[in-house]
T-cell receptor
Framework: AQKVTQAQTEISVVEKEDVTLDCVYETRDTTYYLFWYKQPPSGELVFLIRRNSFDEQNEISGRYSWNFQKSTSSFNFTITASQVVDSAVYFCALYLSNTGNQFYFGTGTSLTVIP | DTGVSQDPRHKITKRGQNVTFRCDPISEHNRLYWYRQTLGQGPEFLTYFQNEAQLEKSRLLSDRFSAERPKGSFSTLEIQRTEQGDSAMYLC????????????FGPGTRLTVT
């Protein structure tokens, strides 16, 4: 069975602090994609980052960075120097190419950045 | 490219009424997906179309739910005899067939059943 776990339900940080959002996934498939989406109060899901299962290289994109470790089935996401506009719910998601072409989302982490 | 649009953005209905939502995908995308998101949860897959063919349906899609994509462009999701448990955000997404993992989401329709 496929599952995505985001153990942190709510996080509050003070502006300019770094914050890491945790994500653990479960799948028996060897080919998959992992995503982070942001959902502001307006409701629309905004794509942030994607990684495929064959590429564990960690990267930095602006203030965003991610740490993908297949050994621990984790795909953590870090925002550096947080800003008030980063306040939103963040979802980690698993996409399986061979099973239904659908996303499996975690329950989300609500991030509040305090000015 | 205007992105994925959904109409209406909000719908309040009384229990037992029927409701219909519309989704207009990105024009060049041949795949269209429906998801449901309840409060405090992540989106859950309901169904998807490739062109006009409905290729997969989740067990969440009870017989009161029906989705169509008659001309392979826009799609409608109808809920008959609504129940309070149907209150949720209904999200639509679209993608190309070659990159189905690149799903672009619409703003959603928030349904409240009273």
């Amino acid at each position: 069975a496929q599952k995505v776990t985001q153990a942190q339900t709510e996080i509050s940080v003070v502006e300019k602090e770094d914050v890491t959002l945790d994500c653990v996934y479960e799948t028996r498939d060897t080919t998959y994609y992992l995503f982070w989406y942001k959902q502001p109060p307006s409701g629309e899901l905004v794509f942030l980052i994607r990684r495929n299962s064959f590429d564990e290289q960690n990267e930095i994109s602006g203030r965003y960075s991610w740490n993908f470790q297949k050994s621990t089935s984790s795909f953590n996401f870090t925002i550096t120097a947080s800003q008030v506009v980063d306040s939103a719910v963040y979802f980690c998601a698993l996409y399986l190419s061979n099973t239904g072409n659908q996303f499996y989302f975690g329950t989300g982490t609500s991030l509040t950045v305090i000015p | 490219d205007t992105g994925v649009s959904q109409d209406p953005r909000h719908k309040i209905t009384k229990r037992g009424q029927n409701v219909t939502f519309r989704c207009d995908p990105i024009s060049e995308h041949n795949r269209l997906y429906w998801y449901r998101q309840t409060l405090g949860q992540g989106p859950e897959f309901l169904t998807y179309f490739q062109n006009e063919a409905q290729l997969e349906k989740s067990r969440l899609l009870s017989d009161r739910f029906s989705a169509e994509r008659p001309k392979g462009s826009f799609s409608t999701l109808e809920i008959q005899r609504t129940e309070q448990g149907d209150s949720a955000m209904y999200l639509c997404a679209s993608s190309s067939g070659t990159r189905p993992y690149e799903q672009y989401f619409g703003p959603g329709t928030r349904l409240t059943v009273t």
